[in-house]
């Protein structure tokens, strides 16, 4: 049995698939051969090339339906980059005059030629750099006998082991098959946590590094509930584990009846319930679960896997579609929140020692002013066609504030300019995640229509506890009395001023929390859809004067234990 963190619920069955998306470079750090394995290093690369470039043919196909076209591109550029002349005469040249193996000629060449784009002035020739390193690493993994595998290849019941998943794995994965996943980095707040709820699969992140024992083809559980990984079960454990996985999906089709059920408690208090997406065809699944509207848009989803930013026109069409779906209810749209766990080539972000302390989120947008504003003009455009509401994320200061909206300022005189009608009294609410912003509440509700509580970055900035790091993951914890406080500070200071606080951090979907929440006055929870229907189910148990009572009392304890016990004995 391995440990992990339960990152999604339920029990998934199925045969391992390791997905080596690494290869180990320390290992070839400037090897050298002999000169009679010279030509045998050459054959090697060259097939190493044709192998990789069937591989990204197959990429090609199956992405077709699945990708758009600007997704599409980035495989057409890593073929067309594999079979550049530069780049192969750089690694045939350090073979036969460096006496370099065929690795090292790969990785010290790649590295060569990314240095020499990056030193070009020009954004299309930095974002080849980023190409040549993700073709780097698929000849590795060719050379080293672990073809660049794509998750769209799987077509049997499948249990997905890696290092970690990134959104382009995601998105290529077939859900079908993939029966589940067990990940060795992060924490439950991780954005690969966040995906496996929002596609249903059961999934463990953080798991011990035992993990890379496993072979392709073992059988495995995942039990998503308790955070463990069972490792070619007995017949014993097998049948306890079918049992319990029809139990947890006729438990689910249970809850699927709540979806046209009012999000009301005991003692009538309504409770807007909305959802968190990432792309804009999510926006159905909210109204399919019984949700009232998004709380969060993540459009940072927009500017990843692709060769270059999302324009205006691409943007319009993405929030409208959101719009359509959505029609009257309300939708909050993040301005982009890259940076942190969320990576993109598009940006030249720098490399840091501490990405979540760093450059990232609204920092970015206004000193990437045109970027910025072309979002926001993407966004008003399309406010007319629903009722839109625009979202800044990591705000730590009244001056951040301030200055993101005298962007948008400037991106609606842009559209008044172009003539093209928009919503002049779009509201303009902030995401509450930074523990600045929590204790000055009082001063940005002034500025802000709105708080929308991040507590997945709250906890970890206030705890001082990095949510990807799975070593500290025990101290990552939303009950802790110091997050709590700055919680009920948040909710007070909107509400003295009139503004509504929702919250569309992970702890707003996990239905042990709603009654406390609720008792300290949380207007709007936001959730991945596949949350709602279980945070509707503890509301409609819940009597709001209750709720407030016991919210009273959990933060009349000093320790974050006292505080769950007391959460257990009231539930
Ligand atoms: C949060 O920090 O709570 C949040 C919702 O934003 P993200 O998870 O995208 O950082
Ligand atoms: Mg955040």
Redesign the pocket.
Known sequence: MIKGIAASNGIGIGKAFILKTKVDNSLYTGKKISASDVENELRRFKEAVEETDKHYDLVIEKAKGVLNDSEQQVFHAYKMMLKDPIFSDMVTGAIKNDSFCVEWAVISSAEQLKQMFLQLNDDYMKQRAEDVSNISKSLLLSLTGNTATDLSEILEDSIIIAEDLSPADTVSMNKQYVKGFAVEKGGE?S?TA?MARTMEIPALVGCEKKIFDIKNGDLLIVDGEKGILIVNPTPDELDEYLDKQQEYLKAIEKIKLLKDEPSVTLDGKNVHLVG?IANPEEAIEILAKGGDGIG?F?T?FLYLNRVDLPTEEDQFLAYKMVADAMGIRPCII?TL?IG?D?KSALLNLPNEDNPFLGYR?IRICLKEKEIFKTQLRAILRASTFGNLKIMF??ISSLEELIAAKQILKEAMSELDERKIPYNEDIQVGI?I?VPSAAIAADILAQEADFF?????????YTLAVD?MNEHVSSLYNPLNIGVLRLIKMIIDAGHAHGIQVG?????ASNPKYTRLLLGLGLDEF?MVPASIPYVKQAVREINYNNAVDVAKTALSFNETEKIRKHLKEEA
Request: aromatic share 0%; proline share 3%; charged share 30%.
């Open positions: 707040t954005h966040i968190n969060l993540r940072e993040r929140d942190g969320k989120a994320p990591m995401m995640e929308s509580i991040g507590t997945n970055d709250l906890c970890q949510r919250m569309c951090g992970e702890m936001s």
